[in-house]
Nanobody
């Protein structure tokens, strides 16, 4: 049974930073990603990383977000710097492409002064 548990969200002021973590069990998908969904908007893939470390980012977060993974710990991270109000969303991790049974609760990120 696959379980993905996200953590690290919170309330931060514009320009601040947060580091999200995704602890995985039961899966060793080659490509993992961080997705986000803001109220009233579709879920979007913001960053992905392959098992060998190749990364991709949505244009909206390039230069501000960094995805990384620790294969030994089966954990993925999203370092988010220079956060903007438009980054406010629920962030979830999943395989790429996403697999429905993998969705967890996500972690809320709110960027506000």
């Amino acid at each position: 049974q696959v379980q993905l548990v996200e953590s690290g969200g919170g309330l931060v002021q514009p320009g601040g930073s947060l580091r999200l973590s995704c602890a995985a069990s039961g899966t060793s998908s080659y490509v993992m990603g961080w997705y986000r969904q803001a109220p009233g908007k579709q879920r979007e893939l913001v960053a992905s990383i392959s098992r060998v470390g190749s990364t991709n980012y949505a244009d909206s977060v390039k230069g501000r977000f960094t995805i990384s993974r620790d294969n030994a710990k089966n954990t993925w991270y999203l370092q988010m710097n220079n956060l903007k109000p438009e980054d406010t969303a629920n962030y979830s991790c999943n395989a790429v492409p996403a697999k429905s049974p993998y969705w967890g609760q996500g972690t809320q990120v709110t960027v506000s002064s």
